[in-house]
């Protein structure tokens, strides 16, 4: 079946430092995947964070960045320097291009990512 | 803009009650979910529905029932709650673009179950 392994938290990161937070898929049944990052900060409900419909292509928010490579099948998302403000659980997702509104999402364990002062 | 609310934000069962979550949505989305989050397993899907009166079955569908009478509104049994169960229940929408379809999330329900 379809399944995402991301990166096991929870993940410290010290303020200005770079961060990575890693992404695999396997779409076993889908011709087209689509890829997302979505967020849960403290106290709010999850949202998507950045998207990415076409392999090769590169989404970006916030100061993230994640790039949908179809060879290694990999969705890692990146950031050159954190703040606190981006302490929060990070999920990333797959979607099926073909599904129109049957549409659904295979969902990663999530990250809970800290960032200290 | 739209929003998507649960109720309740809080619910405490006994082992063998049924339960049932609710959850209403004003974007006019076609397409609706519910989701379980425990610690460390992600979101998994329950149940999803396309439109009015249509169920479709997710990952994790054994010990829930599923209704959506309206567009707006789509509601959630835990058939028989189980002892010391603790999780989280998520609502969602969404409607095709095209080429995906973003979800958005509502804030959730916890369920305990004593």
């Known amino acids: 079946g379809d399944s995402v392994t991301q990166t096991e938290g929870p993940v410290t990161v010290s303020e200005s430092e770079s961060l990575i937070i890693n992404c695999t898929y396997s779409a076993t049944s889908i011709a087209y995947p689509n890829l997302f990052w979505y967020v849960r900060y403290p106290g709010e409900g999850l949202q998507l964070l950045l998207k990415?419909?076409?392999?090769?292509q590169k989404g970006s928010s916030r100061g993230f960045e994640a790039t949908y490579n179809k060879e290694t099948t990999s969705f890692h998302l990146q950031k050159a320097s954190v703040q606190e403000s981006d302490s929060a659980v990070y999920y990333c997702?797959?979607?099926?291009?073909?599904?129109?509104?049957?549409?659904?999402?295979?969902f990663g364990k999530g990250t809970l990512l800290t960032v200290t002062p | 803009g739209g929003i998507i609310t649960q109720t309740p934000k809080f619910l405490i069962g006994q082992e063998g009650q049924k339960l049932t979550l609710k959850c209403q949505q004003n974007f006019n989305h076609d397409t609706m979910y519910w989701y379980r989050q425990d610690s460390g397993k992600g979101l998994r899907l329950i149940y999803y529905?396309?439109?009015?009166?249509?169920?479709q079955k997710g990952d994790l569908s054994e010990g829930y029932d599923a209704s959506r009478e309206k567009k707006s509104s789509f509601s959630l049994t835990v058939t028989s709650a189980q002892k010391n169960e603790m999780a989280v229940f998520l609502c969602?929408?969404?409607?095709?673009?095209?080429?995906?379809?973003?979800?958005?999330f509502g804030p959730g329900t916890r369920l305990t179950v004593l």
């Open positions: 969602a929408s969404s409607i095709w673009g095209g080429n995906y379809a973003e979800q958005f």
């Open positions: 997702a797959l979607g099926d291009r073909s599904g129109g509104s049957n549409y659904k999402l295979t």
């Open positions: 529905s396309i439109t009015e009166n249509d169920l």
């Open positions: 990415v419909i076409t392999a090769g």
